[in-house]
């Protein structure tokens, strides 16, 4: 049977999947996917390497498959083939490929997106054709001269990934001499340092937000049940929209975030006022979806706007993310819990390597206090009642009426 997208996505037993015209799908145990193409010749099976998915989509791989197939009807080995060729020249687009399938298992499915787009969208047109060893100072500076200003940001990591993939080509012996992309003492001399530095997400001033928070809590949709959420335990609204139910100790009311899900790489736990808790019981999710906070037909993660358009809709030029600014400058004006634990709250490393290494605990019991003091301060005017969505369990409970309760 023909794989589809859908079908391939939610594969997650390890074994190899037969598609059409010799193409298959190779999933490990550690949940790589990776594509083969199968072919015979000469009386001997061949399995030949075309990337992993979802780099290579599953249309790109069926249309490597049948070149393949014309190339073995007209008499030629294409696994020999690329290898000859391979002898023969090495690209700098297949030095990045080989880099990014090297590194991707240490990286999340985000973060590896993020380095073939831009090398696809700026790099590989420019300078992806050309033998890696080959790569000079004004073929990089062809790459970076049309975007240097344009779009600051994007220039300086794609400056960087340029120069990671020459190291990586030369430490493979595919290239040799000085990195042409390093900056300092070379690009640094030939580019302006005037790139904008990185402009802060807007966030909205915390004298502002009890009047907010008690607009959410007339809000029926979803978005804006997630939108508090993130505000009261001040996290990344990333992970706020990939939380599941598993995550949530009710027992303790903590909210333990796998590594795999943090920006920084480390597992963290939230220690769960009891306004986080209503907003868990309002949302009537649990038992439907393993999500917290799905999209409409509870199958998947909402859309990446979601909460950007309910600010939207009350007429709010803030980010979600600029509520962990608020909740930082809360903490330090009106509050005077220490700087560390605050810095801990949101996730942040607090001290050097040498103080970290010592000092392994999350003060996770300090921080309740913390958590319950921005919650009794951001939903201290949140008395509106609200209706529930259809699609919910039915309540007339606002999040403030569930606490009196709680309580």
Not at 119 to 130: A, M, N, S, Y
Not at 170 to 176: A, E, V, W, Y
Request: contains cysteine.
């Amino acid at each position: 049977m023909a794989l589809t997208q859908k079908v391939i996505q939610n594969i997650t037993i390890p074994q190899t999947y037969t598609d059409k015209h010799g193409l298959a799908l190779r999933v490990t145990k550690t949940g790589a996917k990776s594509w083969i193409f199968r072919y015979q010749l000469n009386g001997k099976r061949h399995d030949m390497g075309l990337g992993s998915f979802p780099l290579v989509s599953l249309a790109d791989a069926r249309a490597a498959c049948l070149q393949l197939r014309i190339q073995i009807h007209n008499g030629i080995d294409p696994l020999a083939e690329k290898l000859q060729q391979a002898k023969q020249i090495i690209t700098f687009e297949d030095e990045a490929l080989a880099r990014i399938e090297r590194y991707k298992h240490d990286w999340s499915d985000k973060h590896a997106a993020q380095w073939f787009s831009s090398l696809r969208d700026h790099v590989f047109p420019k300078i992806g054709h050309l033998p890696v060893s080959d790569i000079d100072t004004d073929a990089v500076m062809s790459v970076l001269e049309p975007i240097w200003r344009e779009l600051p940001e994007s220039a300086r990591r794609v400056r960087n990934r340029i120069e990671l993939i020459l190291d990586f080509a030369k430490t493979r012996g595919n290239r040799t001499g000085d990195n042409p992309a390093r900056w300092r003492g070379h690009l640094q001399n030939i580019l302006s340092r005037s790139i904008p530095e990185t402009t802060h997400l807007e966030s909205m001033p915390y004298s502002r937000l009890p009047s907010f928070m008690e607009k959410l809590e007339g809000d029926v949709t979803r978005a804006a049940r997630c939108l508090q959420f993130v505000i009261l335990t001040a996290c990344r609204s990333g992970e706020a929209m990939g939380a599941t139910w598993d995550e949530i100790d009710f027992e303790t009311k903590t909210w333990n975030i796998p590594a795999e899900r943090m920006k920084n790489r480390l597992p963290h736990q939230i220690p769960l006022s009891d306004a986080a808790m209503a907003v868990l019981k309002d949302v009537h999710t649990r038992g439907k979806s393993n999500l917290i906070f799905p999209n409409r037909t509870l199958a998947a993660i909402m859309p990446n706007n979601a909460m950007r358009r309910v600010l939207i809709r009350y007429g709010e030029s803030c980010t979600p993310h600029g509520f962990r600014a608020t909740f930082r400058m809360w903490a330090a004006e009106k509050t005077k819990f220490p700087s560390d634990l605050c810095e801990v709250a949101l996730s942040h490393s607090v001290g050097n390597a040498t103080t970290r290494a010592y000092n392994r605990g999350n003060l996770l019991e300090r921080r309740r206090p913390l958590m319950e003091r921005w919650a009794k301060y951001v939903m201290e005017r949140s008395t509106a009642p609200r209706q529930i969505e259809s699609r919910a369990a039915p309540s007339t409970k606002s999040t403030k009426e569930m606490l009196s309760a709680h309580a």
